[in-house]
């Protein structure tokens, strides 16, 4: 049976946060205030393919399935503006100190492994920024864990740029041609924000968590504007 529910209201964000600064990533526990709902809404849906064309030869649905779910704010409401202010409040302490946009979505990627199980092969490594902009006026990447899987996270490469294939095979060899500077942890209902000029890429500790069950993460980009 289909159900009707209130975006503003399943997507609010918890009064409790306690967020933390380590110099390069904000942290922000506990973000949203019923995650538990909001996981299940995401997982009790179908998943569609991401980056995926039949006609081109790729890896997702042969070695894993990597899908995306976009969710359109259509009609932006106070509350909705209230809740991103208060996160941007946090963002302008720490990089960008003037104003932001980003796209009314909520985008949740979902990764689910078929035959991967060596640690030694992950996300394909990118940027969402270009290298030399400084942190202070780079795009921020913001990432909020929702699986409960609570494995892995985020790494933060050392290296140089290389030319972005996943649309072939999202995952990629990466200590042949990376060192990892960083993991940025992963927790249910966790928010991290970092700039986006830095290599990084998803990274799966055990990738039997998921086999048997999705590792889902929502992005958003905050752009400043000067």
Wanted: aromatic share 18%; with cysteine; proline share 4%.
């Amino acid at each position: 049976m289909n159900k009707v529910y209130d975006m503003d209201e399943l997507y609010s964000f918890s009064d409790e946060w306690k967020p933390e600064f380590d110099g390069f990533c904000l942290t922000i526990d506990n973000f949203y205030k019923d995650a538990d709902t909001l996981h299940d809404h995401i997982m009790n849906r179908d998943f569609p393919l991401w980056k995926y064309n039949a006609e081109r030869d790729s890896q997702n649905t042969k070695d894993y399935y990597d899908c995306r779910i976009n969710d359109n704010v259509s009609h932006p409401t106070r509350k909705y503006y209230a809740d991103m202010d208060r996160l941007i409040h946090f963002c302008r302490k720490y990089y960008w100190s003037g104003h932001y946009t980003w796209s009314n979505f909520y985008e949740f990627n979902l990764f689910k492994s078929i035959t991967i199980d060596d640690k030694r092969i992950q996300h394909y490594p990118h940027t969402d920024e270009e290298l030399t902009t400084p942190d202070n006026r780079s795009t921020l990447n913001m990432i909020v864990y929702l699986d409960k899987n609570d494995d892995g996270g985020t790494a933060v490469y050392n290296g140089e740029w290389i030319t972005n294939d996943e649309r072939f095979n999202l995952m990629y060899p990466v200590e042949e041609r990376f060192t990892v500077d960083r993991i940025i942890p992963a927790k249910f209902n966790r928010c991290v924000i970092f700039p986006g000029n830095r290599i990084h890429g998803a990274w799966v500790d055990d990738y039997s968590k998921v086999k048997d069950s999705w590792r889902c993460s929502q992005v958003r980009f905050l752009h400043p504007r000067f």
